[in-house]
C-alpha cells in the first residue's frame, strides 16, 4: 500500500484497487467475512441494502466498477463511522469516488490514535518516508519532500524539521505537505556561544500547544543549542525568545504542554513551569525535584489528567565485547579516543516512572501505568489507552532512539536503540523487527493526523 505523490491523493496497489484489497489491509479475518461484515454494515446505515446470503456473491461484488458507483450521502455515512485512523486513511485508497469524501468535514478528529513509526530516510527515495502502523503491521508510503535531508522531530502530528547543511527550521505537516515557515536558529540568543557542530541537531525537542491545522493561537515551544535553553515561537514573531533560567541551571532533557502551561525538566530531575504570558523577560519556576539520574534522560508527558516524568538508563557508549547481542556500529574516532580498532554500541537498559503532584511538589515513583502505554523519543512525548488500539500493551513505554549523545559517534547513527519496556518486569522486546538507521534523523514516532 503505498501513498501517491499528489498530498491530496492516496492510490492502492496497481494490480488491483478494489474494495477487497481495501479491506484486507487492515483486518485479519476471512474474505468471506469482510465482504458480510461490510454488507451489514450497510444494511445497519441504509435499510434498503440486505447482505447476500450466498458467500460467492458476496466475493464477486467486490468489483472496483460496483464500490465505485456507491452514492455520495452513503459513503459519508460510512465513512463517518469509522473508528480508527488506519481505516480512515485507507478508506480513500479504493477508487477516486471514496477518496472524494475523506475531507476536513468527514473526519472525526476525536478518533483515538496511536502513534506510527516514521523510519529513517531511505537513501533511494529521500523524498518518500515509510511509515509503520503498529495496529496492524503494514508499512505506508508517503511522499514528503520537505523532509528529505533533514532532522525531524514531532508535535501534534506535525513534523518540525532542521535543515543537515543549513540549518533552517519549519512547521512540516507529513499529509497535506503544508510548510509553516519558521525563524531561522540563528535568531536565538546568543547564538554564536550556542551553536551545536553540526546544523541539524540544534533543536532537541519541539513541543506545540495547539494543533496549527485548528488554529492559528499556539505556541511552539523548543529545546534549543549546545546549553539546550528553552525558546518558544508565536506566528508572527520574526524571532525565538529565550525563556531565562539561572546561570547554574541545568541543561533542559524534555518539555510537555499542559492545563495551558509549559513544564519542563531538566538532566539533573528539576521540572520547571515557564511563564511565558506578558512578561518582558519570560522566566522558569521550580515546582518539583526527582531523584538526580545521571546515566540517561528525563522526559515528561501528561496522562489520564496528571504529569508524569519518566527517567531513560543506561543509554550509555560501551565496547561490543560486553554487550554480544547488539549489532556492531562503527564507531567515530574522536580525539580523546586511545584505541581506535574497539567497537562499540550502546542501548537503554530501563525507566522508572513518577507521578508529579504539582500541588505538593512532590513526585512518587509507579510501576503501574494501568490501561496507559508511554510513546518516547523525539516526539512530543505522548499517553495512549492501550485498550482501544488492537496490539497496543498496557503498562508498557514504546521507544525510539533519541540520545544524540550516543549516535551521533557512530558513522550508521541511530535507529537501533528503539523497543517497548515492560514496567512490571523490566524486559524489553522490539517493536519493530526491522533495521532503521541515520545520524540525521532516526525513526520517530507520527501521529497521524491526516487534515
Same mark, same amino acid.
Given at each position: 500500500?503505498?501513498? !501517491? ?5 492516496? @492510490? ?23 465482504? $458480510? ?8 446505515? @441504509?435499510? +434498503? ?25 452513503? %459513503?459519508?455515512? $460510512? ?9 480512515? %486513511? ?53 511522499? +514528503? ?14 513534523? +518540525?524539521? =532542521? ?8 512547521? %512540516? ?64 514573531? %520574526? ?7 539561572? =546561570? ?30 506578558? !512578561? ?102 505522548? !499517553? ?7 496490539? +497496543? ?42 533495521? !532503521? ?15
Amino acid at each position: 500500500m503505498t501513498f !501517491s505523490k499528489n498530498p491530496e491523493v492516496m @492510490c492502492a496497489p496497481k494490480h488491483k484497487r478494489s474494495f477487497l484489497s481495501f479491506f484486507l489491509f487492515f483486518s485479519h479475518v476471512e474474505v468471506g467475512q469482510l465482504n $458480510i461484515e461490510f454488507l451489514c454494515l450497510l444494511a445497519q446505515i @441504509c435499510p +434498503i441494502w440486505s447482505p447476500p446470503v450466498n458467500l460467492s456473491i458476496a466475493i464477486r461484488i467486490t468489483d472496483m466498477s460496483y464500490w465505485s458507483e456507491l452514492q455520495h450521502d452513503l %459513503l459519508v455515512l $460510512i465513512v463517518r463511522r469509522i473508528n480508527l485512523i488506519e481505516d480512515y %486513511l485507507n478508506f480513500g485508497t479504493v477508487c477516486k469516488s471514496w477518496h472524494s469524501v475523506i475531507t476536513k468535514e468527514n473526519f472525526n478528529s476525536d478518533l483515538p490514535r496511536v502513534p506510527w513509526l516514521m523510519l529513517a530516510e531511505d537513501e533511494d527515495y529521500k523524498a518518500c518516508r515509510k511509515f509503520f502502523s503498529l495496529y496492524n503491521g503494514m508499512i505506508l508510503k508517503k511522499w +514528503i519532500p520537505g523532509a528529505s535531508g533533514k532532522r525531524c522531530m514531532e508535535s501534534m502530528g506535525w513534523l +518540525i524539521t =532542521v535543515g543537515k547543511d543549513e540549518g533552517e527550521i519549519t512547521l %512540516l505537516h507529513p499529509f497535506s505537505n503544508v510548510e509553516i515557515q519558521l525563524p531561522h536558529q540563528i535568531t536565538t540568543d546568543h547564538y554564536e556561544f550556542n551553536q551545536t557542530p553540526v546544523p541539524w541537531t540544534f533543536v532537541q525537542k519541539a513541543v506545540l500547544s495547539a494543533n496549527p491545522s485548528c488554529t492559528s493561537d499556539y505556541v511552539l515551544m523548543v529545546i534549543e543549542g549546545h546549553y539546550q535553553f528553552l525558546s518558544f515561537w508565536r506566528p508572527g514573531d %520574526l524571532l525565538w525568545t529565550r525563556i531565562n533560567k539561572p =546561570v547554574y541551571f541545568p541543561d533542559t532533557s524534555d518539555v510537555v504542554y499542559f492545563n495551558g502551561r509549559f513544564y519542563a525538566v531538566s538532566y539533573d530531575g528539576c521540572v520547571h513551569v515557564c511563564d511565558i504570558d506578558g !512578561s518582558e523577560h519570560t522566566k522558569s519556576l521550580i515546582v518539583a525535584q526527582l531523584a538526580p539520574w545521571i546515566d540517561g534522560k528525563y522526559y515528561i508527558l501528561e496522562s489520564l489528567g496528571s504529569l508524569f516524568a519518566v527517567s531513560q538508563n543506561g543509554v550509555d557508549i560501551r565496547y561490543v565485547k560486553d554487550d554480544r547481542e547488539r549489532i556492531p556500529l562503527t564507531h567515530i574516532p574522536g580525539e580523546d579516543d586511545a584505541d581506535e580498532e574497539k567497537m562499540y554500541t550502546y542501548k537503554t537498559r530501563s525507566f522508572l516512572v513518577y507521578q508529579i503532584d504539582l500541588d505538593a511538589c512532590e513526585t512518587t515513583p509507579t510501576r503501574d501505568l494501568g490501561d496507559q502505554a508511554f510513546f518516547l523519543g523525539a516526539n512530543a512525548s505522548l !499517553s495512549v489507552q492501550a485498550s482501544q488500539f488492537p496490539g +497496543i500493551k498496557p503498562n508498557h513505554i514504546y521507544f525510539t532512539d533519541n540520545c544524540l549523545g550516543a549516535y551521533l559517534h557512530f558513522e550508521e547513527g541511530g535507529g537501533l536503540d528503539m523497543g517497548v519496556f515492560n514496567l512490571a518486569d523490566g524486559s524489553i522486546q522490539p517493536h519493530y523487527d526491522g533495521v !532503521s538507521l541515520s545520524r540525521v534523523c532516526p525513526s520517530i514516532w507520527v501521529t497521524p493526523n491526516p487534515c
